[in-house]
């Protein structure tokens, strides 16, 4: 009912750029918040950034607030995540999801993108 499509991953030198993108479609009308989330092999899947729908009110996680910004489109149903100054660390499969609040718990999200993948390698 709720489709979460991301996009925008790429492999990249350290100190480069990317923008992520996520387009969702479907029933979200229950969703106030869209948000980011990363996983790397081997780790526990983790909050990176959220923006609410109504205000743009955003959080980010600590290690990644002074690099990245995250915005939304409301016309266009879309979310981005900016990524500058990238670092090696940052190398995971990045997804978006849809949470009913705005919150940094993955438990709030209950819609999910496939993820992209984003490569930080010299």
């Known amino acids: 009912q709720v489709q979460v499509v991301e996009s925008g991953g790429a492999s990249v030198q350290p100190g480069g750029s990317l923008r992520l993108s996520c387009v969702t479609s479907g029933r979200t009308f229950s969703h106030y918040a869209m948000g980011w989330f990363r996983q790397a092999p081997g780790k526990e899947r983790e909050f990176v950034a959220a923006?609410?729908?109504?205000?743009?009110?955003?959080i980010y996680e600590d290690s990644v607030k002074d690099r990245f910004i995250i915005s939304r489109d409301i016309d266009k149903n879309m979310v981005f995540l900016q990524m500058a100054r990238l670092k090696p660390e940052d190398t995971a499969r990045y997804y978006c999801?849809?949470?009913?609040?705005?919150?940094?718990?993955?438990?709030?999200?209950?819609?999910w993108g496939q993820g992209t993948q984003v490569t930080v390698t010299s």
């Open positions: 999801a849809l949470a009913t609040a705005l919150s940094a718990a993955e438990n709030a999200y209950d819609a």
């Open positions: 923006v609410s729908w109504i205000g743009g009110y955003t």
